[in-house]
């Protein structure tokens, strides 16, 4: 019994821990690691963009700036929401931009001894997206890199 | 490259000085004994070689040592600037700049070789033995030949090119060479006698002390910070707009609010104006290439320049350098002509070359005139025909100010050679595309033997646009009022007759002339069904863009707004329709629409193209052939006309706008005053109702604007000759309108203002060109 539990330690130990914030869009949920993060704005309207690519959710005023957004929903062919929606202001390597989704939850904690990479009967448009899964303790939590929700990236990518 | 502290201050410090200097030697060559000059140059050269010892760049520091020595005896006025001198300090002030620039790219100095030029500096210096009596006839005998052999490239332009710098200098100087002592005893000299000191003083010192009282009450900035702060400040006045709303009805922070209010207005304006430069930085470079290429082709030119300190935003300024260069090099190249020629004309032998900026309400106009040959029309009619822009027909019957426009369409040269200054036909379209790209606006006008003017009208900053803010697709849009021309208003039940059809390609005839359209919901969402025109008001905003004229048909209009710029995202811009977006008043986002490329997805031609097209429909109008057209307005009953040429633009306004200056009707429009003529007795008939509405429609008359008030503006109609009976000579001031014989409006019989009221510019240009 002792030998069990010091060897799920030692495990744990070399693991390490990661802060996740959660969302969700349609039914799944979401993590993106709070380090990537600038800051969250509930409840905007985003203007849309005439002619953009499927993906963009639109424009919204951030500090001075005029942020392009990604939606979550449309990139992943879900139908439109009405109503307000949440956005994530993410930061990559090009830049900043908003991710758009249906509701911002709680930040988790989670370990990288959870984590799974994408499972291989996901189709392919998913698996570009994805970074693989985290394995909670009552559900899954699919994680997203903000290098490949870049717009500039998606347009290369995904194409209009 | 990574360049340590000292090094970076001490190479923007020596540009700026190269800078100073480069405008001084220009200066100088008019005024070769002007000490105050001469002790600026020497201080530029002299810091940099103070400097150099103490960083250890020994190329610069060698060079450096021999132009000052040759300026030592300039300022001492044991040697005088004449030609030669000038072109040698000039090169010295481009070897100067290239090592620096090396040494910002490399950090080190390269190893290019100056001996030619250290030595051309030194043989400069000879006379300098040959003092006291003999010492003028020495000099001036001694330079020209030592110009030939020292053979490097630009002395021997000024050798070989005789017509270029009479040599003024050496012929004045038996007069001032006697006088050495009186020049030095000028209580203006007495400034500069303490540069000597410092100069004999150690290495380092005089770094610190010529940055002196300057540095004091100066910083310089980061471009990048300045724009961070334009940002936030558009921010800030985002923010308080919302303050305002949401504090409106609660009195106890009114009083806050409008403080607030008041705070950021002032904020703005001063963060904008800490991006605003003189347009001096641009002028100063202007001497120098005038100089370079009238030497190099052959013509003599007086340069003059107006209004040195009108502000300009730091970014349009760059934009505008190159364009303006090239308004000079066409100006010398094809404009002033050589002297020979000139003097054949009865013209004088020097030409003229103006360069002036002014404020005109939110724009800065800068003009280029040169009193040169002018721009052949017939020329320009050839040239366009043998290019295939234009049809024979065509030419034939466009008028001369239209056919001046073709010159900015791409590839398009009036040069008789290819020459190396100008010619190769990648001009005005340049000079064009480049100040529209800032939202600015190009003119030309010209009139044959007398002479080129180019306008350029640049907004006051890029930042921040005025546009219109129109409705399609249920969203905002903003409309660059740079591009706008008019607004027309359709209402539902005119829609079926006013938009016509060929096909599925929608046009409106404006004053007889069909208007491509392009709708804007159509063009956003190609997919939706959108009401039809019938269902709805539309709107036609009539767009000149790049040349490209059409109609963009919107939902609806709000007010203008003055809107601040804001970039998209590379994703967005992609899609070529949007320019920018922008945070409307009441905190809306709305894209800003671009014009040209709306244009070019619509398939909207350039209208030169649209003519050749036409023409070879064999669809011509053949009425509109011979003839001016005219505008038709009513005045107190009569009809006349007014040239439409000469039409700036109709306001309709209440008689009480009109403010009177003794007997003579003035309208204050904008902050310039306009002579408004009244011969038809217009405002005296609506004088009885000061709510009346009357129609004032702005003419041009030669460089001044004049008002001619009327009842109404009837159409546009093209005007026949008539012939007086017997004589069958050509009548003036009267023409066949509509099958009537019409009056023209004399516009030059509109007396100028009096010249001591509150003058626009167009005014003092008046006086100028009369003088």
Not at chain 2, 421 to 436: A, I, L, P
Not at chain 2, 529 to 557: N, P, Q, T, Y
Request: charge should be negative; proline fraction near 6%.
């Amino acid at each position: 019994m002792s030998t069990a539990g010091t060897a799920v330690n030692r495990k744990e130990k070399a693991a390490t821990l990661v802060e996740m914030c959660s969302v969700r869009v349609g039914q799944t949920l979401f993590g993106i690691p709070i380090t990537h993060i600038l800051e969250i704005v509930g409840s905007a309207r985003p203007q849309p963009v005439p002619l953009a690519p499927v993906f963009v959710g639109g424009l919204v005023h951030y500090r001075g700036d005029v942020l392009t957004t990604v939606s979550l929903r449309q990139l992943l062919g879900l139908p439109p929401k009405e109503g307000p929606q949440d956005i994530l202001v993410l930061e990559s390597t090009s830049g900043c931009f908003g991710l758009l989704v249906d509701s911002v939850g709680e930040v988790l904690t989670v370990s990288s001894a959870d984590y799974e990479p994408n499972p291989s009967i996901l189709d392919e448009r998913r698996r570009a997206l994805f970074a693989g899964a985290y394995k909670l303790k009552d559900s899954l939590m699919v994680m997203l890199d903000p290098e490949r929700l870049e717009p500039m990236r998606l347009g290369a990518t995904q194409g209009a | 490259m990574v360049l340590d502290e000292l090094t970076r201050e001490f190479l923007i410090e020596s540009q700026e000085g190269l800078d100073r200097m480069e405008r001084c030697l220009t200066d100088l060559e008019e005024r070769p004994h002007d000490t105050a000059l001469l002790a600026e140059i020497f201080r530029a050269v002299h810091t940099i070689k103070g400097t150099t010892g103490f960083l250890g760049f020994k190329r610069l520091e060698k060079l450096a040592h021999a132009g000052e020595n040759l300026l030592g005896l300039l300022r001492e006025d044991k040697l005088s600037a004449d030609g030669p001198i000038i072109t040698s300090l000039l090169r010295l002030l481009d070897g100067l700049r290239s090592i620096l620039k090396t040494i910002e790219a490399e950090s080190s100095e390269g190893n290019g070789d100056d001996a030619v030029l250290i030595r051309r500096l030194e043989e400069l210096q000879a006379p300098k033995s040959a003092q006291a009596k003999e010492h003028a006839r020495v000099r001036a005998g001694a330079h020209q030949p030592a110009a030939a052999p020292a053979g490097s490239g630009a002395i021997s332009a000024v050798a070989t090119s005789p017509t270029a710098t009479p040599p003024t200098a050496p012929s004045e100087h038996p007069l001032s060479a006697p006088t050495p002592a009186t020049q030095a005893q000028e209580p203006a000299a007495s400034p500069d006698l303490k540069a000597p000191a410092e100069a004999e003083g150690d290495a380092a010192k005089p770094r610190s002390q010529g940055a002196g009282s300057a540095a004091e009450s100066t910083l310089r900035v980061d471009v990048e910070v300045l724009n961070r702060m334009m940002n936030l400040v558009g921010e800030l006045v985002l923010t308080r707009n919302q303050v305002l709303q949401a504090t409106s009805t609660d009195p106890t922070m009114t009083m806050l609010s409008r403080r607030l209010d008041m705070v950021t207005a002032d904020l703005r304006e001063s963060v904008m104006k800490a991006r605003m430069q003189p347009v001096s930085n641009v002028f100063g470079k202007i001497p120098r290439i005038v100089r370079d290429l009238s030497q190099s082709l052959g013509r003599r030119v007086r340069l003059q320049m107006e209004g040195q300190d009108t502000e300009l935003d730091k970014s349009l300024l760059e934009a505008i350098k190159d364009p303006l260069t090239h308004a000079v090099r066409n100006s010398l190249d094809h404009g002033i002509e050589p002297p020979s020629v000139r003097q054949a004309a009865g013209k004088d032998p020097e030409g003229t070359l103006k360069l002036r900026a002014v404020q005109e309400g939110s724009h800065v106009v800068i003009e280029v005139s040169d009193d040169g040959a002018g721009m052949a029309v017939e020329k320009i009619r050839q040239k366009a025909i043998e290019r295939g822009v234009i049809t024979p027909e065509r030419a034939a019957h466009l008028p001369e100010r239209e056919l001046l426009q073709l010159v900015f369409l791409p590839g398009f040269s009036t040069a008789a050679a290819v020459t190396n200054v100008s010619g190769r036909g990648v001009g005005m379209d340049v000079v064009r595309t480049n100040v529209e790209k800032i939202g600015g606006k190009v003119e030309l006008d010209s009139r044959a033997g007398k002479g080129t003017t180019l306008r350029l009208r640049i907004p006051l900053t890029l930042a921040i646009i005025p546009a219109l803010i129109v409705r399609s697709v249920n969203q905002s849009f903003a409309l660059p009022q740079g591009a706008l021309s008019e607004l027309v208003h359709i209402p539902p039940e005119q829609a079926a007759a006013a938009i016509e059809w060929i096909e599925d390609a929608p046009l409106y005839r404006l004053r007889g002339k069909l208007l491509p359209l392009v709708f804007l919901d159509r063009l956003l969402m190609p997919e939706v069904k959108h009401k039809v025109a019938s269902e709805r008001d539309s709107f036609i905003a009539v767009l000149d863009a790049d040349g490209r004229r059409f109609g963009l048909v919107v939902d609806g209009l709000a007010d203008p707004e003055e809107i601040v710029v804001k970039p998209l995202s590379a994703v967005l811009k992609g899609i070529g329709l949007y320019s920018g977006a922008t945070v409307l008043g009441n905190a809306e986002l709305a894209l800003i629409l671009d014009p040209g490329s709306i244009a070019l997805r619509a398939g909207v031609a350039m209208s030169a193209e649209e003519d050749r097209a036409r023409a070879a429909e064999g669809e011509r109008k053949a009425e509109a052939s011979e003839s001016l057209e005219y505008l038709l307005v009513e005045v107190a009953g009569r009809q006349a006309a007014v040239p439409l040429a000469d039409v700036l633009r109709i306001e309709q306004l209440p008689v009480s706008r009109i403010e009177y200056i003794g007997y003579r009707p003035v309208l204050n429009f904008e902050g310039h005053l306009l002579p408004v003529e009244d011969s038809g007795g217009v405002l005296a008939a609506a004088e009885s109702n000061p709510e009346a509405q009357i129609v004032v429609v702005v003419c041009r008359e030669g460089n001044r604007h004049v008002g001619i008030a009327v009842s109404h503006v009837l159409d546009v109609a093209a005007g026949g000759k008539l012939f007086e009976a017997g004589t069958s000579q050509l009548t003036e001031g009267v023409t066949l309108l509509k099958d009537r014989v019409t009056g023209v409006v004399d516009l030059g019989g509109v007396p100028p203002l009096p010249v001591q009221a509150p003058a626009p510019s167009e005014w003092n240009q008046m006086e100028e060109a009369a003088r």
